[in-house]
């Protein structure tokens, strides 16, 4: 079965420093992954997506992520983070492009401050 | 566009009592998710609806869990008796068949 591991539970940064996300994904033949932000008291929304192609995604809120077949990874980045940033962060995997449940890592708290 | 919306947003109960929670998927969407969030965890796939019909529900306790869509739009799952382990938040999402998956903002149950 696939699984996904989140490597750091919480992140704490300084506003307009860089960040960066760490997720690893068990290997499979066909992997798709997802990163999803979730803000307080409310459901989670998609940042971006890797299905295939290239292996640098870009997504919303300036956020983007590699895709790294060789060690199994999808690290999300941000160059410059500001306050809003502050949620938590899910990566998921899932075996087919959509249509399908994902599995989800165990998130990541970015605390953005000042 | 309307989003996925779920009532109640918030619930507590005492063990061995009953709840239902409620979901309107968006417009369309044939595709619906129950997620369940423990605290700490990130979301786990219950059941999932494609219109009336259940395509997956291998992680659902059916000693205790249920959940329909009759008429292939809106959706209820139930629990029936709640155990303090399922105190979480109760997440649905919709898609399109074979689309992006969207979530409404929750329900966060508490069993005392």
């Known amino acids: 079965a696939q699984s996904v591991t989140q490597l750091d539970s919480q992140v704490p940064v300084f506003e307009e420093a860089p960040v960066e996300l760490r997720c690893n994904y068990s290997?499979?033949?066909?992997?798709?992954l997802f990163w999803y932000v979730q803000y307080p008291n409310q459901g989670l929304q998609l940042l971006l997506k890797?299905?295939?192609?290239?292996?640098l995604v870009k997504g919303i809120n300036g956020f983007e992520a590699e895709f790294n077949k060789s060690q199994t990874s999808f690290h999300l980045r941000k160059p410059s983070v500001h306050i809003s940033d502050t949620a938590e962060y899910f990566c998921?995997?899932?075996?087919?492009?959509?249509?399908?449940?994902?599995?989800f890592g165990k998130g990541t708290t970015l605390s953005v401050s000042s | 566009e309307a989003g996925v919306a779920q009532s109640p947003r918030y619930k507590i109960i005492e063990k061995r009592q009953s709840v239902a929670f409620w979901c309107n998927p968006i417009?369309?969407?044939?595709?619906l998710y129950w997620y369940q969030q423990i605290l700490g965890q990130g979301p786990k796939l219950l059941i999932q609806?494609?219109?009336?019909?259940?395509?997956?529900d291998s992680q659902l306790p059916k000693d205790r869990f249920s959940a329909e869509r009759l008429k292939g739009v809106d959706s209820t799952l139930k629990i029936q008796p709640a155990k303090l382990e399922d105190s979480a938040v109760y997440l649905c999402?919709?898609?399109?068949?074979?689309?992006?998956?969207?979530f409404g903002p929750g329900t966060r149950l508490t069993v005392l």
């Open positions: 999402a919709s898609s399109l068949v074979g689309d992006e998956q969207f």
């Open positions: 290997s499979s033949v066909s992997v798709y």
């Open positions: 890797y299905l295939s192609g290239s292996t």
């Open positions: 998921a995997v899932s075996d087919r492009p959509a249509g399908t449940a994902l599995i």
């Open positions: 417009s369309g969407h044939a595709t």
């Open positions: 609806f494609q219109n009336n019909g259940v395509v997956d």
